[in-house]
């Protein structure tokens, strides 16, 4: 016995046709690649995305094709957004940091048809081409007045594929489990996997987004995506502020604290959402400047923890309020955010700030769990670390094209969770924090130890200037801790002197097994430690004692 | 293709489980019908419910059995709600304040295996329950130390059916189209029709009700749900609530003044929701008292318009934000809230006032739209009224059994519509105000006239006491309004005199075509006024120059 109600399937077309509908007059403003400022509306965006999708069609384009872009946040790409997942075909987003081969090997796995570009990408995009065959064309993201002259490529307009084709196009009505969008994690080892959303996990997703649980968006607000549009969908604000219909404020390439805080002010901005990088280049400019903020209220923070001084800074300094995320690219991206209950809300200023130092509690729709190696649940206590493992209805099942098998894993009850790749804890609020990514861990008779905070208690000697810790092989406990070290210049720290330094600062069974000291660690090419690089180096070593 | 992510079916055991395991210590408060008051957790909630679940299978309940209840809002109702929908069973929630014939129908219609009902309702249903064939079972939801002595009936005792039955339960996996809970409208023509929602368009309708443009739900939040759990899922609350986590005060049947007052202050309510009637007793218990609210915040209210002077009374006395919302059963209910657009921000307090007498701008997942006669679609000039369609994930596409055929209307472009009897306008910024119901409009040369305009102007003058207006059939116009009047006690006003007072007031062409003075109007049992029968008596009405 069914339900009695509409079978309306959940479409990102329909985001787009409530934003014109409701809110056809409410501001989209963009920073511009070619310079100077865009404004327009929703009810433009929608005429404009649906120009574009007669564009596609008239370039051949079917669902499922998929289309790539690389660009910046802007209305372009907004509009390509809606264009490619309204009529079914999947928007690619390729993020341009990748080194040049991972781009080339992403567009070609994904098998995308066009490939849609800022300027900023012209030379990247003249480089890759030529092993990109499945690609019939490559669209610049401008006017004709600003179009490259010659490209060793035959470009195709993005304005000129506008102007020439109408806006009357009805989104078709699609399945809502069809694929919509496509991202590419940007994977440590091996070749980045395709992550594929649909229609359904992207509504729910920007559903769960918008709560005042979450980030808490209203038609009142006006938001800036600082977060990027090229991966992970910008932590799904192109599709919550469409949903809910607020202002909206792309940064375009512009990313300096200047830059930003500019926008901030003159389009009266009140909330953000970015990664730590970001804001410490806002706050620089704020405090070199003494400036302040007059609308900015809340800011989401992801991608990597908040350090906890910045949490203190936006509050203290600003009354800027943080609400401290996490998640990642299987994930829609978002998983938990950290955002008060009842009880916390009579805490000392100083206990809400170890409240917010965590990554919080899952937005409505996701469900976790830590376990330990052999998959038994821990407790929440906020002490016991384990592997963080997440399911709901916008979290990945498996990648494109079976790349890497099932990732899932099965629990007693039958249950199917995605194990994240991060160690965390949860308290009995339940709320998560991550504690070290579960390939760091060191597992020692059968117990764990995290890398990070042995790290942390490494650097916090003044004569540490960088400090990395692996698990090498033990004959007895399986794994111990090996700290390896970066003195700071004319520094003569030893061993012992360093081993000494340990002693009441972490538990006995922690303490590493052996210093190696060394004058530089091997780093990604985003500055963190490679430590798959040292568990190489360090493969056969031999701690003392065995 | 298919998107890649994890296939979860939205469903309802979902929420009270994630509410268990993410706020399990947040309270469940109830006024009960016993006498005093009853706390405990989700958590316990959560456990009582499944115990629940068992002895229902206990009792040979199988997915889809209908389960009656007859019950004020409570932490057994609640339990009820969850137990029934997550085990597969329908929460058939029947309205106490309809006529008993009415009920005995209903039960019947939609078969009730089991009926649980609150004390208070004992006699009504040792009256209807000889009547009720398909009933295998009455659950008194009470301990036994309240059981009712020398029933008329073999009675359930609702605590010892928990007290008998195990918490290790699994809910199963459901489809989420599967139908979970059943309301009928209170139908003022025909038999009441069962409106069936499913697992899907609850969740669906839980998200938007909890989004910062609805009712704005944190876990920050204390939710007195004073609407009833017997009609239209209480607005979503006992589903809402359990997706953010809120702490719940249930006020049972005790909704004078003075016991809602206390519960608000006893136990810090933040937000509420409830029809103008319950508001008023609120306010004149406060007012004659000269009390103010500690933590009470924000109100939705809707069932029928606000009172302008209400929303006034709330803001300026008391500084409680009023969210004035509409919806039907069909709609699950919600379908419009008012709450305010950045461009409201700076209007004036009496703009502001004038908006939020609108009943508001959809939720996200409703569309909607007024049309003509014709089904042309009407501008949004805050001035056109017509038809107002809806349609969305939460909305009716027909009725229990096909009850009164197919009630949805298909447009030119192919899409379905569900009419929702109201007829309203819709401003440029998408805000809908009902003007009439669409039976009670009178349609005139093609035009439309409100009655419920020409009965407000009717009721100013200050020797009429009430006033009904209907269409009655003309040759040329088709229709034209009689206006039907009860003088106050004494008054002498003559029918000129009347008509001359409607001059400026209307537009000319609305001006009554005739007036007849009666000593009484027909009401309904809860107080409208009848208009059926008015139409019926005035069938053959000949109004003058005809």
Same mark, same amino acid.
């Given at each position: 016995?069914?339900?009695?109600?509409?079978?309306?399937?959940?479409?990102?077309?329909?985001?787009?046709?409530?934003?014109?509908?409701?809110?056809?007059?409410?501001?989209?403003?963009?920073?511009?690649?070619?310079?100077?400022?865009?404004?327009?509306?929703?009810?433009?965006?929608?005429?404009?995305?649906?120009?574009?999708?007669?564009?596609?069609?008239?370039?051949?384009?079917?669902?499922?094709?998929?289309?790539?872009?690389?660009?910046?946040?802007?209305?372009?790409?907004?509009?390509?957004?809606?264009?490619?997942?309204?009529?079914?075909?999947?928007?690619?987003?390729?993020?341009?940091?990748?080194?040049?081969?991972?781009?080339?090997?992403?567009?070609?796995?994904?098998?995308?048809?066009?490939?849609?570009?800022?300027?900023?990408?012209?030379?990247?995009?003249?480089?890759?081409?030529?092993?990109?065959?499945?690609?019939?064309?490559?669209?610049?993201?401008?006017?004709?007045?600003?179009?490259?002259?010659? /490209?060793?490529?035959? =470009?195709?307009?993005? &304005?000129?594929?506008?102007? @020439?084709?109408?806006?009357?196009? !009805? *989104?078709?009505? %699609?399945?809502?489990?069809?694929?919509?969008?496509?991202?590419?994690?940007?994977?440590?080892?091996?070749?980045?996997?395709?992550?594929?959303?649909?229609?359904?996990?992207?509504?729910?997703?920007?559903?769960?987004?918008?709560?005042?649980?979450?980030?808490?968006?209203?038609?009142?607000?006006?938001?800036?995506?600082?977060?990027?549009?090229?991966?992970?969908?910008?932590?799904?604000?192109?599709?919550?502020?469409?949903?809910?219909?607020?202002?909206?404020?792309?940064?375009?390439?512009?990313?300096?604290?200047? /830059?930003?805080?500019? =926008?901030?002010?003159? &389009?009266?901005?009140?909330? @953000?959402?970015?990664?730590?990088? !970001? *804001?410490?280049? %806002?706050?620089?400019?704020?405090?070199?400047?003494?400036?302040?903020?007059?609308?900015?209220?809340?800011?989401?923070?992801?991608?990597?923890?908040?350090?906890?001084?910045?949490?203190?800074?936006?509050?203290?300094?600003?009354?800027?309020?943080?609400?401290?995320?996490?998640?990642?690219?299987?994930?829609?991206?978002?998983?938990?955010?950290?955002?008060?209950?009842?009880?916390?809300?009579?805490?000392?200023?100083?206990?809400?700030?170890?409240?917010?130092?965590?990554?919080?509690?899952?937005?409505?729709?996701?469900?976790?769990?830590?376990?330990?190696?052999?998959?038994?649940?821990?407790?929440?206590?906020?002490?016991?670390?384990?592997?963080?493992?997440?399911?709901?209805?916008?979290?990945?099942?498996?990648?494109?094209?079976?790349?890497?098998?099932?990732?899932?894993?099965?629990?007693?009850?039958?249950?199917?969770?995605?194990?994240?790749?991060?160690?965390?804890?949860?308290?009995?609020?339940?709320?998560?924090?991550?504690?070290?990514?579960?390939?760091?861990?060191?597992?020692?008779?059968?117990?764990?130890?995290?890398?990070?905070?042995?790290?942390?208690?490494?650097?916090?000697?003044?004569?540490?200037?960088?400090?990395?810790?692996?698990?090498?092989?033990?004959?007895?406990?399986?794994?111990?801790?090996?700290?390896?070290?970066?003195?700071?210049?004319?520094?003569?720290?030893?061993?012992?002197?360093?081993?000494?330094?340990?002693?009441?600062?972490?538990?006995?069974?922690?303490?590493?097994?052996?210093?190696?000291?060394?004058?530089?660690?091997?780093?990604?090419?985003?500055?963190?430690?490679?430590?798959?690089?040292?568990?190489?180096?360090?493969?056969?070593?031999?701690?003392?004692?065995?």
């Amino acid at each position: 016995m069914h339900g009695l109600m509409m079978n309306m399937p959940l479409s990102i077309s329909a985001l787009i046709r409530h934003a014109d509908r409701y809110h056809g007059d409410t501001e989209i403003v963009s920073r511009l690649v070619e310079g100077g400022i865009h404004r327009y509306t929703y009810h433009d965006a929608h005429r404009r995305a649906r120009q574009l999708a007669n564009a596609l069609a008239s370039l051949g384009v079917e669902a499922p094709d998929r289309i790539g872009t690389l660009a910046w946040n802007g209305f372009r790409h907004f509009e390509i957004y809606y264009a490619t997942s309204g009529s079914g075909a999947v928007c690619h987003t390729v993020n341009p940091r990748l080194f040049p081969e991972q781009i080339v090997y992403i567009i070609n796995h994904a098998q995308d048809r066009y490939v849609f570009f800022d300027l900023t990408f012209l030379k990247l995009i003249e480089a890759i081409a030529p092993q990109c065959k499945a690609v019939r064309g490559w669209v610049a993201m401008t006017d004709r007045a600003h179009m490259p002259q010659g /490209s060793t490529l035959d =470009l195709l307009c993005y &304005e000129d594929l506008i102007n @020439s084709h109408s806006d009357d196009y !009805v *989104w078709p009505e %699609l399945d809502e489990n069809a694929a919509s969008s496509l991202c590419y994690t940007s994977g440590t080892t091996g070749n980045p996997k395709g992550v594929l959303y649909s229609h359904r996990s992207t509504i729910l997703h920007a559903y769960a987004a918008c709560m005042p649980d979450a980030m808490q968006l209203s038609a009142r607000d006006v938001v800036m995506p600082v977060v990027p549009m090229f991966h992970a969908n910008a932590w799904s604000l192109p599709y919550a502020c469409a949903m809910v219909g607020c202002k909206v404020v792309f940064p375009g390439a512009a990313l300096d604290g200047a /830059s930003v805080y500019e =926008l901030f002010e003159t &389009e009266k901005v009140t909330m @953000s959402a970015g990664v730590p990088t !970001v *804001w410490l280049g %806002l706050l620089q400019h704020t405090q070199q400047n003494k400036l302040g903020f007059s609308t900015f209220r809340r800011t989401v923070i992801g991608g990597s923890a908040c350090p906890p001084a910045m949490i203190r800074t936006f509050n203290e300094v600003y009354g800027i309020e943080v609400l401290h995320a996490w998640g990642m690219t299987e994930m829609s991206p978002l998983g938990t955010m950290c955002t008060f209950k009842t009880r916390h809300l009579n805490l000392s200023q100083e206990e809400k700030y170890a409240v917010m130092a965590k990554q919080g509690r899952p937005i409505y729709g996701v469900d976790m769990k830590i376990v330990d190696d052999a998959g038994r649940e821990l407790p929440w206590d906020g002490k016991a670390f384990g592997d963080l493992l997440v399911r709901g209805p916008w979290i990945t099942a498996e990648y494109l094209r079976g790349e890497g098998g099932s990732p899932l894993r099965e629990d007693e009850h039958g249950l199917k969770w995605f194990p994240t790749g991060d160690v965390a804890t949860i308290d009995a609020d339940g709320f998560m924090q991550i504690t070290d990514r579960s390939k760091d861990v060191i597992k020692s008779g059968g117990e764990w130890i995290s890398s990070i905070d042995l790290e942390n208690t490494a650097v916090a000697h003044p004569e540490v200037k960088e400090a990395a810790v692996i698990g090498v092989s033990h004959p007895k406990w399986d794994e111990r801790p090996l700290l390896i070290v970066v003195r700071k210049p004319g520094a003569a720290l030893t061993r012992e002197q360093l081993l000494e330094f340990f002693q009441g600062k972490v538990a006995k069974w922690w303490m590493p097994d052996d210093v190696v000291f060394v004058d530089e660690l091997p780093h990604t090419a985003t500055g963190k430690i490679l430590k798959t690089r040292l568990r190489e180096d360090y493969k056969g070593y031999r701690l003392p004692g065995t």
